[in-house]
């Protein structure tokens, strides 16, 4: 039998540790991160090429919600939540469409594309139809991403607006069109995925196809990068600058949920393919390939790839503490015609082979972390860094800090501290 006691693991002077199991897998603490995380926080959608037109909806779940993201008809992107307000059936079942409006399949009552309710049959004259308007939420876009807040009260988005602006901005002077999307259901917690993703510890060994024209360590002004990446970097620098693509790092201001780097690729690749030859014509204001790869993260759920020929973005949904969708989708110049220009298998192998490698990994991950015998163990200073940042920034999320966790002199200690006030606290499977 095991005392709490007993799984803390020896301490290492300074050395981070990962979250508890029980964060892993525990249904309580899923329903948390969705209501403190998921509904709070600026989450990515969908691109704008996907509902070119006003009518052109595409819907989203995100936890109990589905919801409507419609181009209205004076060329608005809205936000709905998927919910008549008569008796709350949902109104668009598929997953994208076109409608002029939206008429609810149970009781015909019609909205416009704005969400106003506009006819409502066989009501009484002392109901009135403007007040009963689809509800709605926050949707910003910016660069033709969209980016929605379920809150009431949603946190300011001026600075990631004006931060993923200055980086996007070259790269979203022509419009873009979906070429692939790839719905994926992975079996592990969002955040077994985001620290999947927050560490390339596993890419030498996890992303042969990835590693053909991407260093797997290495960190603008990190002496610990590799040599080799270091003189590229530095090449690509002054590149970019000639190139004005060179808006310095920003890697989580203050805490906040983004980061926005560029990103040299190896010598020979001058985009995320196999043979590092192109794979679609030049998206942007750009007059060659080789400008590196733009990656954007978001907390919790998106990563972007920005190569010179096309984008790669991954969108996580979670389902439940076990489970989460991610769709990935890559875009490609919207005048490329397919076959001429472009083979939409070329485009996406390098990050449909990725991806499904890390979903392997993440469910053989989660599986592990669900064992009555797992407890965090430590975290590379050199490769883990960012696992260690996104459980600060996660505990920071639920109005939690490393110091209320306990006393002790390390990070990990006060996570595994935390572990032992949640074994004392409810019945979760340990002997
Ligand atoms: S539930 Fe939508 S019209 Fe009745
Ligand atoms: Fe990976």
Request: glycine content about 8%; some cysteine; charged content about 25%.
């Amino acid at each position: 039998m095991n005392s709490p006691a007993a799984l803390k693991p020896t301490k290492a002077g300074g050395t981070a540790f990962g979250l508890p199991g029980i964060y892993y897998w525990s249904e309580p603490h899923f329903r948390e991160d969705m209501s403190r995380i998921f509904y709070r926080n600026w989450l990515f959608a969908a691109h704008e090429c996907e509902i070119p037109n006003p009518g052109d909806y595409v819907t989203v779940t995100i936890g109990r919600d589905s919801l409507i993201l419609a181009r209205d008809n004076a060329g608005v992107v809205r936000g709905h939540f998927n919910s008549c307000r008569h008796r709350g059936s949902i109104i668009c079942h598929q997953s994208k469409g076109h409608a002029q409006r939206f008429v609810c399949p149970y009781h015909q009552w019609v909205y416009g594309l704005d969400g106003r309710l506009e006819q409502f049959r066989l009501m009484q004259d002392d109901c009135d139809k403007r007040d009963y308007p689809l509800h709605s939420f926050r949707v910003e876009v910016v660069c033709g991403f969209i980016f929605i807040n379920l809150s009431s009260a949603p946190p300011s988005f001026d600075l990631a607006r004006e931060t993923f602006t200055r980086f996007f901005s070259p790269h979203c002077t022509t419009p873009v069109k979906v070429c692939v999307d790839i719905d994926y259901l992975v079996k592990a917690n969002w955040k077994t995925i985001f620290d999947n993703n927050r560490e390339c510890y596993h890419c030498a060994s996890g992303h042969k196809e990835f590693c053909l024209s991407n260093f797997d360590f290495g960190m603008p002004g990190d002496p610990r990068s590799s040599a080799e990446f270091l003189t590229a970097h530095a090449t690509a620098q002054q590149k970019w600058e000639h190139l004005r693509l060179s808006p310095g790092p920003v890697n989580f201001p203050n805490g906040e949920w983004f980061r926005c780097m560029r990103f040299p690729l190896k010598k020979g690749f001058v985009t995320e393919s196999l043979s590092g030859e192109p794979v679609a014509p030049i998206i942007g204001d750009f007059s060659e390939y080789d400008i590196g790869s733009l990656r954007i993260v978001g907390l919790p759920n998106m990563w972007f790839h920005l190569n010179a020929d096309y984008f790669m973005t991954t969108r996580l949904t979670p389902i439940s503490a076990a489970e989460t969708r991610a769709r990935v989708v890559w875009y490609v110049r919207a005048d490329a015609v397919e076959g001429r220009d472009y083979d939409p298998l070329r485009v996406a192998d390098v990050w449909r082979i990725t991806s499904e490698q890390d979903w392997k990994l993440c469910e053989m991950n989660q599986q592990g972390l669900q064992s009555s015998r797992y407890v965090p163990g430590p975290l590379s200073r050199t490769a883990e860094q960012g696992v260690a940042d996104f459980a600060k920034w996660y505990l920071a999320q639920l109005g939690r800090t490393l110091e209320d966790a306990g006393g002790h002199g390390d990070d990990g200690m006060r996570l595994i501290d935390r572990v032992d006030s949640l074994i004392s606290s409810e019945t979760n499977g340990f002997e």
